[in-house]
T-cell receptor, first 113, second 114 residues
């Protein structure tokens, strides 16, 4: 059973609009979350993180929101750019698991010109 | 910049062959990981290592083994390749256990087993 879920396999958004990518998790021990972006034929690259002591973290056009009670986080990209088209992975880890992150299946974002 | 280098971008191997996937990192990272990426399944952890000569099974170790003889190098071995091991393989590293930093990934090796 997947502990980290990204229920939308794909998402299309118009350039300049907001992209919202969602992630749900089942393990209440998870206390640190990351988003990675992956272009074809490249490895994933770190985008933004959030600790469970926060409910929001912002970095430029990227904001991650965490709702611990709902075990849900979301990544907002505003404004979306065509270069944001990629697969986005949500990842989570728990202190007891050391450095091992559990990844979601990914959401393919297409930003249309 | 930290660099994680995977020796091959694309590999085609025959069923039953022994396959070696090599990964080298150049920033003295203690922790190294092997994942495979499949559509709809995301990244699944095969094996990881927190130190030289140390290895731990991940979520899907069956059919794989690993070797970490030197700190900078972590090899994934497919003992007898099968078609269901056709996948994108990603190596990652990170500095030290307990620190909440993300992984640095290599560019991946796309393996096709025919």
């Amino acid at each position: 059973d997947q502990q980290v879920k990204q229920n939308s396999p794909s998402l299309s958004v118009q350039e300049g609009r907001i992209s919202i990518l969602n992630c749900d998790y089942t393990n209440s021990m998870f206390d640190y979350f990351l988003w990675y972006k992956k272009y074809p034929a490249e490895g994933p690259t770190f985008l933004i993180s959030i600790s469970s002591i926060k409910d929001k973290n912002e970095d430029g056009r990227f904001t991650v929101f965490l709702n611990k009670s709902a075990k849900h986080l979301s990544l907002h990209i505003v404004p979306s750019q065509t270069g944001d088209s990629a697969v986005y992975f949500c990842a989570a880890c728990a202190r007891d698991y050391g450095q091992n992150f559990v990844f979601g299946p990914g959401t393919r974002l297409s930003v249309l010109p | 910049d930290v660099k994680v280098t995977q020796s091959s971008r694309y590999l085609v191997k025959r069923t039953g062959e022994k396959v070696f996937l090599e990964c080298v990192q150049d920033m003295d990272h203690e922790n190294m990981f092997w994942y495979r990426q499949d559509p709809g399944l995301g990244l699944r952890l095969i094996y990881f290592s927190y130190d030289v000569k140390m290895k731990e099974k991940g979520d899907i170790p069956e059919g794989y083994s690993v070797s970490r003889e030197k700190k900078e190098r972590f090899s994934l071995i497919l003992e007898s390749a099968s078609t269901n091991q056709t996948s994108m393989y990603l190596c990652a590293s990170t500095k030290s256990r307990g620190r909440r930093v993300g992984y640095t990934f290599g560019s991946g090796t796309r393996l096709t087993v025919v």
